[in-house]
């Protein structure tokens, strides 16, 4: 039984999920593209995030100015796919 939904999910993913999160400069399909639960205020929904084009990301950097333009990048992407800081950070795994 439990197989069977994890195929239907696994199947079902793509269907269910919003728009997926990829860098605009992207031309090329993602080559690791993720299906990710993110829980958030309306409940759980399916995103998918192409992880490598917001590695940058991850890193929180050493200078104001580096740390200013993340958080505009941050709040540009939670803007753009309507997403609280919260789930952004669910879907990027910041640390943070």
């Not at 999920?17 to 690791?32: F, G, I, K, S």
């Not at 590695?55 to 609280?84: F, M, N």
């Not at 789930?87 to 795994?93: N, S």
């Amino acid at each position: 039984m439990r197989a069977g939904l994890l195929l239907l999910a696994l199947l079902a993913g793509p269907a269910l999920a919003d728009t997926c999160l990829q860098a605009p400069w992207r031309e090329q399909p993602c080559p690791n593209l993720r299906y990710l639960s993110v829980t958030g205020e309306d409940g759980a929904r399916m995103v998918c995030v192409c992880p490598p084009d917001f590695a940058h990301l991850q890193a929180v950097p050493d200078t104001v100015a580096g740390k200013a333009l993340r958080e505009k990048e941050l709040e540009r992407i939670a803007a753009s796919y309507q997403l609280t800081d919260a789930e952004l950070g669910q879907i990027l795994q910041l640390q943070d």
